[in-house]
């Protein structure tokens, strides 16, 4: 059964994007928005890349 990628609403802080990213993956919520807020600060893609991600990955 293929999985789906889908914006989280039980794992969200802003927009349940790197909850989504997480249960997608099938690792803790926590790795995957520390990962985005070291890429904050490494040169400020992560926070254009998560604009993105809340555009295009849908809710479920």
């Known amino acids: 059964m293929p999985r ?3 914006r ?6 802003i927009a349940g994007v ?3 990213i ?3 993956l099938g690792i803790d919520p926590t ?9 904050c600060f490494l ?3 992560g926070v254009l890349a998560y604009l993105i991600a809340w ?3 849908p809710e479920h």
């Open 31 to 39: 790795v995957v928005r520390l990962i985005w807020i070291l890429s």
């Open 4 to 6: 789906n990628l889908y």
């Open 43 to 45: 040169g400020a893609a």
């Open 8 to 13: 989280s609403l039980k794992n969200r802080r």
């Open 22 to 24: 997480a249960e997608y």
């Open 18 to 20: 790197c909850g989504g």
């Open 55 to 57: 555009v295009i990955i």
